[in-house]
Structure formats: C-alpha cells, structure tokens
C-alpha cells in the first residue's frame, strides 16, 4: 500500500514537468504517491466594506492614513477655533479608522496623537483635569511620556511616568518577527499597562496586526497568530540541500515530504524527510532522462548489461560521470539509481 509524502521542489519550477519521470520512478521505488504541497496559513486580510485584500509585513493603507492625518489637522484647526464639538468628532472619526486598519505599522503612535488632542480639549473643560490625565496616560503607555503640553490650564495633578514591567507574549512560532507599539521586540517586552498595538509577521507576510488591552495585573498575553499548516511551504519549504546533505527546514511539522531538485548532470536529487530530520540523498535517473528522450531502441536496453562483469564496469562508469561523482567536491554519502520501468540498479559511494 502506497503511502503520501508531500513534494518539495527545490529548482526552478518550470523544470518540474522535463523531471516529472525521474519523480515518479522514484516514488514509485519507495511505494509513495507524491502529492504539491498543503496551502499556506492565510496571511492578515484586511476587510474593508466586501472586498478583502491580502497585506504583507510592510502593508500600508495609504487613503486610511490619509483619512486619519486629515481628521487629526481637523481636530487641531477646530481647537484653535474654541469648536470644541467638531474637534471631538474629528477624533472619533480618525480612531474608528484607525481599529479598523490595525495592519498599519504606525498605528501606535497616530492612537496616542489623538489620545493627546482629546487630553487637551478635555483640558479646556472646568471639570476634565481627571480626564485629560488620563489620556495622557493611555498616550504615555503607547509611545512613552511626552513632554508637557503648553495650555492655558495646567492640568491638575502632575503626570508620572507609567510603571514598566516585563510581559511575556504568547502565541508566537519560532522565526515569527513581534512589533509591539511600532517597535521591533522580543517575546519579553518592557511595556505598561494599558492601550497596545502588535503586529506578527511570518516570512515576510503579516499574520496578525490588533489592539490589546494590558491590566495592570497581567504579566501575560496570548496573541491569536494561526498556525502555520504543517506540510505547507511554509512549514517545509525552507529545507535545502548542502554538502552532499539535505537539511530540513527548522521546526518542520510535516511527518513526510520529499525534499528534490534537478541536476545539471541528469536526473534529480532526491532525499526523505520526517519532520526536521531528512534521509541520504539519493540520486535518480530513469532511463528516459538518461537517454535524454533518444528513441533508439539499441541504447534504451543498455541497463540489462548490469548482468555480465565487465558490461558493469562500463555502465557503473557511464553513470558515475553522468551524476558528476568525479568532479564533485561535495562530501557526504549518496546513491545513484537508475530506473527503466522495469530494472533498477543502485550504486552508493
């Protein structure tokens, strides 16, 4: 009974099909049927209205910055203005945008810009000292303390700076990048308690991107980041082959996979894999690919020669400068087969 492994094609993909044969012959070989790789996790998606669009790591969505900048300059013009009420609603528009698009990398610091602006109008108030303090606050906790604001009213109780403590971030897999706040960061960070922003990239692609709540109790957060789908390309994909060895990617979850890529020489190479640990390298080629498609029938029955002493010798040294053993100066222990559909014969050296 045949058995799934899952193909990790390490050369350019348009040469896939000219290796197709050499593939099958092997799997054939090892009882396996050979299957493409599972799809990735889904990167972050960013919804807006129907339409959903796949972000990546630096993604930007530059008509909600602009949004955002211009109800900030709104909010700012109407202060100076003494319209306290349109200022206020400028600042709901631009944070309502702004939960909507967490993807933004400068997310942190625009939220604490109209924690800061609201602080001030709260400040105009009779009675919004206490308020006004503690947006600051929630400000301070996003980019860390600024310095005074000049106002017609100091406020009404000196602002401290914000307890920082350790808090571990939960939920990451090796490799996965953490911006906390709008900075790269470690899956321990220093921060206070309050409003927070965090993205995850993976690979290149962002995975997650939201607003957090820190209490001042917690030492703890888990981040719902998926899991990367074991047998994917990104679980497996990053495996390679190096000095006669193939490596398997690190922390790979897939249970079976082949790890092949074609040789200049002929053939492919071609090694089995169980999660991060991979087999020899084994070195295939059938008959169709070592006659390079030559329809003559005289030269496709040259492997039956194997059976007579000196007719081996020829044919061992035939395949050995095919696979290019004589010229290759990569160590490591390796097997030549070769395959006709009918009689194989391998070779290890």
């Known amino acids: 009974m045949s058995q799934t492994a899952v193909l990790v094609w390490l050369s350019a993909t348009s040469l896939l099909p000219t290796f197709r044969a050499d593939l099958d012959a092997f799997a054939h070989s090892r009882l396996l049927r050979l299957e493409a790789p599972r799809e990735n996790t889904a990167p972050?998606?960013?919804?807006a209205g129907a339409?959903?669009?796949?972000?990546?790591?630096?993604?930007?969505?530059?008509?909600?910055?602009?949004?955002?900048?211009?109800?900030?300059?709104?909010?700012?013009n109407a202060a100076a203005s003494l319209e306290q009420g349109r200022a206020l609603a400028a600042l709901e528009r631009a944070e309502h945008v702004l939960r909507e698009h967490p993807e933004l990398p400068q997310s942190a610091w625009l939220m604490a810009e109209i924690f800061e602006q609201s602080a001030e109008l709260e400040n105009t108030a009779p009675d919004g000292g206490e308020a006004a303090n503690a947006l600051r606050e929630r400000a301070a906790a996003l980019e860390g303390p600024r310095a005074a604001p000049f106002a017609d009213r100091a406020p009404e109780h000196a602002l401290v700076d914000p307890v920082v403590r350790p808090v571990r971030i939960d939920g990451l897999e090796p490799g996965d990048t953490l911006e906390w706040d709008g900075t790269p960061t470690e899956p321990v960070v220093a921060t206070a308690a309050g409003?927070?922003?965090?993205?995850?990239?993976?690979?290149?692609?962002?995975?997650?991107?939201?607003?957090l709540k820190l209490n001042a109790n917690e030492h703890s957060l888990r981040l719902p980041v998926p899991e990367t789908v074991a047998c994917s390309t990104d679980d497996i994909g990053r495996g390679y082959f190096s000095a006669g060895r193939a490596v398997a990617a690190e922390h790979a979850r897939c249970d079976s996979y082949v790890l092949a890529r074609a040789r200049s020489g002929g053939g492919v190479e071609v090694a089995l894999c169980e999660r991060e640990r991979c087999g020899q390298v084994v070195v295939w080629e059938s008959s169709r690919n070592t006659e390079r498609g030559a329809a003559a029938p005289a030269k496709s029955g040259w492997p039956y020669a194997i059976a007579a002493s000196v007719g081996a010798i020829v044919v061992t040294s035939i395949v050995l400068w095919r696979t290019g053993v004589f010229d290759r100066a990569e160590?490591?222990?390796?097997?030549?087969?070769?395959?006709?559909g009918q009689k194989q014969m391998a070779l290890g050296f």
């Open 44 to 47: 972050y998606y960013l919804v």
């Open 331 to 340: 160590p490591g222990s390796r097997e030549v087969w070769v395959f006709n």
């Open 195 to 211: 409003d927070h922003h965090a993205r995850v990239a993976r690979g290149g692609k962002l995975m997650w991107a939201g607003w």
């Open 51 to 76: 339409v959903s669009v796949r972000t990546n790591a630096s993604a930007y969505a530059p008509d909600a910055v602009a949004q955002i900048e211009s109800s900030l300059e709104e909010a700012r």
